[in-house]
């Protein structure tokens, strides 16, 4: 996820565009850049790092007689965050410069069409790739607007992207698909953002553009086409009364509430590209051997995620899996064998005990693949191999977005190791490439009456001062994450446990002010989870459950999921103990967003 923004009117368009950015800097901040319009042409300022980083390069420029720009601050996708992957990028001739946001996924084989033709790149990055076809269709057709037309009908992925050109001094152009984009309407100037934030200080009147428009702006007009019949389209304007803060979140509460809703994006975001002509495809583990056995190695919610692969890459890939608590493997004096890989899974990548364990396995020559969210980071830049989770920034401190698309990849790399191994069961990967796709749509259709569901739920429970979180199979890890996620922001004290293992003694806690939150879905362990919670009822326990339609145990509160296919169930257990968690905490009073003692990075031991 990336911010990008576009002025165009009678102001100095540099300070207002890094105003801009800067409001836009929670969408992404490893790089940024702007261009903009001089007598010379277009000049194109980037700079790695924070946006101080390119505020200092600016800041010696004489830039204050260019009243039309664009700019940009990346969350890296493809390519690490250094200058030279930075946006703006320009074609071969310097004619446009473009920023984007999106993942545009068949970059490569126009990358290699187009240096077929003689373009030269200076960036791994897939937008590189979009102006250089852009200029090719400009020069194609002999038209910027049907240049871009024709070059959006050879793009396959989401885009948001903008354009200048230096031949259209005062002009931008834009178009979306997938990501979002919208313009601010001012007095003799206009704006182009990723998102209101932006431009919210100069004006709110706002036009929200749709999938497949192209807009054309300047200093005192915009048009809106059909970005595929160049079809002029009526847009209405919208009035927007949010202050920048409630922007930033989307309008929602808080930043954690925003990141749980944006799931079924995520899925969309780390599928794009990885699932083709019905196989996986994740290059990220062509150059390593099928583990022999593989060692993951993580802490708190990436570490749940783990857990939760353990029993699909044992029981689909066949491949023996210990996973590990980072700050334990790395004092013990781990035994590692050939054919040993170590996973290491990390939202922020900058985990201490995650980065320390790596350093441990590669000191003991075991090499090292990385699940990571943030491109360039420590663990993935140490790993010799790293799949990032295209998740976007994740602000709050709770983690929700991120084990949602670590899920899914790693139940891609199980998919690819079972495929490699012709070990999967008959029909796993056809079924998985047919309902994953699906998801995001089932999520976006349910996650209203999960929430719902959890703001009643949370509210009759409130006065609970523990909580026992239960579950079996790959309900074991969610059992651990809705206890974690429930103690981290609403303080109250929960165990996730086994369900099997309840009778072992923790048993002895249940009392009716001692609930307890059980998954209880329709899989091959229902009824052994039922029983479980037969023996907590004795005792008088009051339950929660999450149950599936017509499978579903009796008790207090069942909590109705709608029934999906095996392993994918996760993703709707997983929003759910979110959800109740969120809900407790605001019903508490709580900081949800910066809960009390917690980082969201723990680079210390
Ligand atoms: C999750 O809600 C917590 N904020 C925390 O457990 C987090 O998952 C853990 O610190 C690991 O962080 P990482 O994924 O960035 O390595």
């Not at 200080?201 to 007009?221: C, K, M, W």
């Not at 796709?437 to 996650?447: C, H, V």
Request: negative net charge; hydrophobic residues 45%; charged residues 20%.
């Amino acid at each position: 996820m990336c911010g990008i923004i576009g002025y165009t009117g009678h102001r100095p368009a540099i300070p207002a565009i890094v105003e801009g950015l800067r409001r836009l800097e929670y969408r992404g901040y490893d790089s940024a850049g702007v261009a903009y319009e001089e007598a010379q042409g277009l000049q194109v300022i980037r700079a790695e790092g924070k946006l101080g980083a390119l505020d200092q390069k600016i800041a010696g420029l004489d830039t204050a007689s260019s009243v039309c720009g664009i700019g940009h601050t990346r969350w890296a996708t493809h390519g690490l965050p250094v200058e030279r992957n930075a946006h703006p990028h320009m074609d071969g001739d310097c004619r446009f410069a473009l920023v984007h946001n999106g993942i545009i996924e068949n970059y490569a084989e126009l990358k290699a069409e187009l240096m077929a033709e003689g373009n030269v790149f200076h960036s791994e990055t897939d937008t590189e790739v979009l102006v250089h076809i852009i200029a090719k269709g400009v020069d194609l057709t002999g038209d910027v607007r049907r240049g871009i037309s024709w070059a959006l009908s050879r793009i396959d992925g989401a885009y948001a992207f903008a354009l200048l050109s230096r031949e259209h001094p005062g002009k931008i152009w834009a178009s979306r698909k997938a990501s979002p984009l919208l313009m601010g309407i001012g007095t003799g100037e206009n704006f182009l953002a990723s998102d209101i934030p932006a431009f919210l200080p100069y004006t709110r009147e706002v036009v929200f553009l749709d999938n497949g428009e192209l807009v054309e702006i300047d200093a005192g007009s915009w048009q809106v086409f059909d970005a595929a019949s160049l079809e002029p389209k009526a847009k209405e304007v919208r009035h927007i009364s949010w202050d920048v803060q409630a922007a930033q979140k989307d309008g929602y509460k808080h930043f954690m509430l925003k990141e749980i809703f944006e799931q079924p994006k995520v899925i969309r975001d780390c599928l794009a590209g990885r699932i083709q002509k019905g196989r996986v495809v994740l290059p990220e583990l062509d150059a390593l051997e099928v583990p022999g056995r593989l060692t993951i190695v993580a802490c708190g919610t990436s570490y749940h995620a783990g857990l939760w692969a353990k029993y699909l890459l044992e029981s689909w890939a066949r491949i023996p899996v210990q996973v590990e608590i980072a700050s334990e493997f790395r004092y013990r004096d781990s035994v590692f064998l050939p054919g040993d890989l170590v996973l290491t899974i990390s939202q922020s990548g900058e985990t201490a005990d995650t980065l320390a364990a790596i350093r441990i396995a590669r000191e003991a020559g075991v090499p090292i693949l990385g699940l990571c969210n943030v491109v360039g980071s420590s663990i993935a830049r140490e790993s010799d191999a790293v799949v990032y989770t295209q998740a976007g920034p994740e602000i709050s401190v709770a983690s929700t977005k991120a084990m949602c698309s670590q899920m899914v990849l790693l139940l891609l790399m199980t998919l690819t190791w079972g495929v490699r191994k012709g070990s999967l069961p008959d029909g796993a990967l056809q079924r998985c490439l047919e309902d994953l796709p699906k998801l995001p749509e089932a999520l976006e259709r349910e996650l209203p009456a999960i929430r719902d569901k959890a703001r009643t739920l949370s509210q009759e429970y409130s006065d609970a001062r523990s909580f026992f979180f239960l579950g079996r199979g790959q309900n074991f890890p969610m059992a651990l994450e809705g206890a974690l996620k429930l103690k981290e922001i609403s303080y109250i004290h929960a165990e996730g446990y086994a369900a099997g293992e309840m009778k072992h003694g923790p048993i002895a806690l249940i009392d009716p002010h001692f609930p307890t939150f059980a998954m209880a879905l329709g899989d091959e362990l229902l009824q052994k989870v039922a029983s479980n919670l037969q023996e907590v009822q004795a005792r008088g326990g009051r339950i929660i459950a999450l149950v599936n339609p017509g499978a579903a145990p009796v008790v207090e509160d069942p909590w109705v999921l709608p029934d999906v296919w095996g392993p994918l169930k996760s993703f709707l257990v997983l929003p759910a103990v979110q959800l109740f968690a969120y809900e407790m905490a605001v019903y508490l009073g709580k900081d949800v967003d910066q809960p009390r003692n917690l980082a969201k990075s723990v680079t210390v031991e």
